[in-house]
């Protein structure tokens, strides 16, 4: 497991492809914690299997709250590599439905019968909704 950045609240490393990012056998928290030689390794967001790519996880309590609300209140951007090494970013707008697709004409996987034709590259919104609200969250909702 390749470690990129270490310090006492997180760490981030390179998911290889194929690996699951979630706390399962064989998992990168698993490859983590045997790399770093401790258990307090904690998982705080996913990447599918077949994505390579930078994972940052909690290395206490406080780090994996802290990076979880950094993700529920959006502060994260995500960025994409394409096919050709440029950079794809994804700035969703506000109530972005979920299931909505953005193209990327021309960033995709080559034709394996001609290189010359590229396809487009499309990155999907997969919303994701908490378990639980806080009186406040449930306040905002309800006046929404």
Request: aromatic content about 6%.
């Amino acid at each position: 497991m390749e470690l990129l950045y270490l310090d006492k609240d997180i760490v981030v490393c390179i998911k290889p492809p194929r690996v699951l990012s979630t706390d399962e056998p064989g998992g990168v928290p698993e490859l983590v914690r045997q790399a770093l030689g401790t258990e307090d390794v904690r998982t705080v967001h996913r990447l599918d299997r077949v994505v390579s790519g930078l994972m940052v996880l909690a290395r206490n309590a406080q780090a994996a709250s802290d990076l979880s609300r950094q993700i529920r209140e959006d502060l994260f951007k995500k960025e994409y590599m394409a096919i050709d090494g440029t950079k794809v970013v994804v700035d969703a707008p506000e109530l972005t439905p979920h299931g909505k697709a953005f193209f990327f004409k021309g960033k995709g996987m080559p034709h394996p019968n001609n290189p010359n034709i590229v396809g487009d590259y499309a990155v999907v919104i997969n919303h994701k909704l908490p378990n639980k609200l806080t009186n406040e969250q449930k306040k905002k909702l309800k006046d929404f």
